[in-house]
């Protein structure tokens, strides 16, 4: 007998229950026939699943029922339940427990609820089932893992939810799949329901549409006809129609770097961002999203957007770095213009880069990891500035090896950036500098990624252990730099006991800093004879006046 056929075969035992019922729970009914014992409630009074349902009941339909949540352990004493319909209710959360000891479960039904989101670790306490109906619910994310604990699954309905990526590896994860197109093994057909959802056909959806496309028996779409709703160029396009092209991390690029007009003259500036998927693009300055004038954006084909930027009178407090961003779940990519304002030769324009510092100007920074995770990191730095509101700074990042880093202009106020998608066992360099500098001695982080992107547990405690090792090294007064290049046991025995001091001092803060601490208090550590010289009055030292001491060889931590 098929899925169909078993369901209206249900159908007609729940009209003959009600045909021969008896009252047992409140609101409820209770039958009994061969198949075993069966409750029934279609009471809309219901705020909850009744916790006083006998053990021995192989069917439970509740619908039409006021109640929002699934507790975890409903269940646990129902051993012999096989089939539980929960549909047409107001259920928005399942718990990871809300299915345990449900081992005979063979059909659950959900359709009509308000679920976003399902644990899917959840089936595992149901082995057996094999009929999953969510069908007009409010799913949006299907993830990876969903179907690993179905093994047995021969229907499973997510239409009308509210789906729009799917990754391929939903289905190649599925043991039922494994068994057909690995092993060749024979199994009863298995229906997938995914129609009626707003399918977002780009390069994400690739793989998905791949697999749709090379579905056949004994997997069964019970409608093969999908379509798109959106991007708006493929709204309506049907699956089989479409050509995706695979997933392109934004490339930023501008004809124009540098432009130059008289005080009052209006400028619109224009950069160009190639994708997959869609970029969004905005424009700042000085680090701050400009929202103020009038932008524009615009698609020049499948794969490349225009974005405009129309200022319509440039006065001299406007000059400077204008930097458009694009960015996609890949990453993001920037280009940066200058503009500056035509004035008398008595007042100097703007440089092609940044105004360089002068070169008695203080450039004294410390620089350290404030944040890590899996994919990047966070960054921070603290400089001692003669003027801070009118200086900017570069950040110079990219493999340690390469000659030529990525630049990175940023405006005055700001002290911290962010850097993604990291490659795995790759070791990097970042460095922070006064303008248009070069980066100096001290002004650099080296740290290196995880041998495996998939081992994330060991690339967190690489990362880390690099994060610490560097905020001692870098985040210290200029006494400390003599301890660590001279790499003196002793010194280095003193710093050990004094950093764990430290740490403890700090265990009534926030845990939130994860060990990082202020500069103010990483410099009061100098305070306790780690070094040979930490002991002397710190003056304030210029990292001009520290790249020229060649006597002083530089201490590298990576």
Known sequence: MDNFSAVFAVGVILLHFCQINSQCLNGCTCTTDRHGRSLLCMDTSLDGIPETIPQDFTKIRIENAHFAEIPRGTFSRLHALEHLWLNFNEVNIIHLKSWEGLRNLTELRLQGNKLRSVPWTAFEDTPALKILDLKHNRLDVLPEHALKYLPSLTYLDLSFNQLTVISKDVFLNWPLYHKVEENGEQV??????????????DCRLKGFVEFVRAISPPIILMNSYLSCAGPQQRAGHFFHEMELKTCMKPVATTSVTNISLPAGGSVTLTCYAMARPEPTVWWTYGLKILRGFNESLSQMDDDTMKSQLAIPSFQLADRGVYTCTANNFIGNSSVSILVDVKTPASTPPLSSGFPAAAVDENVYIDIRIAKQTVYGITIEWYAVLENPAETWFTIHFGQFDSAKKDMIY?????????????????KYEICVTLKSQVPRTGQCIVFVTGNDISEMEQREKLIHIVVIVLAMVLAVPAGMYACTTDIKFNCFKRLKNSWRKWKWSLAGLDKSSDGQG?????????DEGLCKDSSEERKPRRRSD?????????????
């Open 188 to 201: 009863a057909n298995v229906v997938l329901a995914l129609h009626d959802n707003p399918w977002l056909c």
């Open 410 to 426: 940023i405006g005055p106020g700001i002290n911290s950036y962010s850097v993604s998608d990291l490659l795995p066992a790759t």
């Open 518 to 526: 202020s500069f103010d208090s990483l410099q009061a550590a100098s």
């Open 546 to 558: 520290a790249a020229n001491d060649d006597q002083s060889p530089s201490a590298e931590v990576y």
